[in-house]
């Protein structure tokens, strides 16, 4: 059984930083796409950034280019995502997923078969 658990939110100041995980287990990565969706309360799920865990390709929204980073430790099998220079409008509750088996070229959001519970970044000015 596939798990995605993620860790790592909290509540910053705008211009602060946290680092949020994601800890898979259940599957073993032959090559798979990995990502960080966030939704903000009364919108829609987004893209924030997806890796291609076999050839590390990343993928960013250009909301967040130059602000976030994401990574793969694959070993460990964990998903990182480093935030920096946080703004208000970066509230949401952040979501890992996984989609085994694939690169992340022509990704959808509906493409990720499997998703965590949730971490939530909160933002304030």
């Known amino acids: 059984q596939v798990q995605l658990v993620e860790s790592g939110g909290g509540s910053v100041q705008a211009g602060g930083s946290l680092r949020l995980s994601c800890a898979a287990s259940g599957y073993t990565d032959s090559g798979s796409c990995m990502g960080w969706f966030r939704q903000a309360p009364g919108k829609e799920r987004e893209m924030v950034a997806r890796?291609?865990?076999?050839?590390?390709?990343?993928y960013y929204a250009d909301s967040v280019k130059g602000r976030f980073t994401i990574s793969a430790d694959n070993p460990k099998n964990t998903l990182y995502l480093q935030m920096n220079s946080l703004k208000p409008e970066d509230t949401a509750m952040y979501y890992c997923?996984?989609?085994?088996?694939?690169?992340?070229?022509?990704?959808?959001?509906?493409?990720?078969?499997?998703w965590g519970q949730g971490t939530q970044v909160t933002v304030s000015s």
């Open positions: 997923a996984a989609r085994p088996g694939r690169n992340c070229i022509g990704l959808g959001l509906a493409s990720f078969a499997y």
């Open positions: 890796v291609s865990t076999k050839t590390s390709a990343t």
